[in-house]
């Protein structure tokens, strides 16, 4: 039988609405809505579903939301399509988005999962606000000439997403500098992300304190299907091995590029991207024009997956 890997998506996926077609259908989908507004204690699945934007994009509510609805369109797949969803032999998210590949591996529970990824967004954020910082997605140029731009300008590669589209964080003024000279040496664009800080980089010493902290009080599980780590590009087995994942996470790059060639080396062809967007779809297709994608990011495609 094909290999398939389930993939999920990171920040930047989000929108206001998402996948409510599916709790308004599904009782599946509906009970995970109700389980996260449980573990929260209050209805943020009214702000995913209503809004306000700028509330939704707040890095403490834009995590558990993706991770939330990413559980969504999973369980939706579930309770449609039964065995049409064929089993992970990998399963792989895109910062955040390894959040919620870990719960799928039984690593945390859901309602731990919710909680993680809030308290995650919440450090993160206040690490910006301790160092402001930025991040710009540099488009058009190789990995060691703009690592050379990055050390000239004080800044960092934060996420190596596919060949020719990497992402720098730093601080404010660096990333500016960064672009400008990324720019002379040849990019073909340089574009400045919203987000509220330097993710993954250095400047989320704080965060990442913060969330040793967090991490260690929970009782992790060895992953159940092998997760691929953001940060090595290479399986994640125990749940050691987790937790050291999670906090180098916050401080170095997300090695997408790497995540999904050790897969279709491992005989891959075929990726689900689970959750909101298709921004991972697009990021697999660049990495790998033979392989083989399917989204899962609303109530038509998984009926459309349901009736293969």
């Known amino acids: 039988m094909t290999q398939v890997a389930w993939v999920f998506p990171g ?3 989000q929108s206001v609405g998402m996948a409510r077609d599916l709790y308004d259908n599904l009782d599946s989908a509906r009970d995970i809505f109700n389980q996260a507004d449980d573990a929260l204690g209050f209805a943020f699945s009214k702000l995913i579903f209503e809004g306000p934007e700028d509330e939704l994009l707040q890095t403490i509510n834009t995590q558990p939301a993706l991770l939330v609805a990413s559980f969504a369109c999973l369980e939706a797949a579930r309770e449609i399509g039964g065995n049409s969803l064929p089993a992970p032999a990998f399963l792989a998210g895109h910062s955040l988005g390894e959040y919620t590949a870990l719960a799928i591996a039984g690593v945390f529970d859901f309602a731990t999962a919710v909680r993680l990824a809030r308290e995650r967004g919440r450090l993160m ?3 910006g606000q301790a160092s402001p910082g930025s991040m710009a997605a540099i488009i058009g140029l190789g990995e060691a000439i703009l690592n050379e731009v990055c050390q000239k300008s004080d800044t960092v590669m934060a996420n190596i997403n596919c060949p020719g589209q990497i992402v720098i964080s730093g601080a404010v003024d660096n ?3 960064a672009m400008e000279m990324a720019t002379v040496a040849g990019a073909s664009r340089a574009i400045p992300l919203q987000v509220s800080g330097a993710f993954h980089s250095p400047l989320m010493k704080p965060a990442a304190d913060g969330l040793a902290e967090y991490v260690n009080s929970l009782s992790f599980q060895n992953p159940s299907i092998p997760v691929i780590g953001n940060t090595t590009g290479e399986p994640l087995t125990t749940a050691e091995s987790v937790k050291t994942e999670l906090l180098n996470q916050l ?14 080396n491992k005989g891959v062809p075929t990726f689900i991207e689970i959750g909101p967007g298709k921004v991972l779809t697009g990021l697999i297709r660049r990495i790998n024009k033979e392989a083989r994608t399917i989204n899962l990011g609303d109530l038509e ?3 459309t ?4």
């Open 11 to 13: 920040q930047g996926a």
């Open 305 to 308: 997956l349901a009736s293969q």
């Open 125 to 127: 954020h206040e690490a």
């Open 301 to 303: 495609a998984v009926r």
């Open 251 to 264: 401080l170095n790059p997300v090695q997408w590029q790497r995540t999904i060639e050790y897969m279709v």
């Open 175 to 177: 990333i500016a500098r």
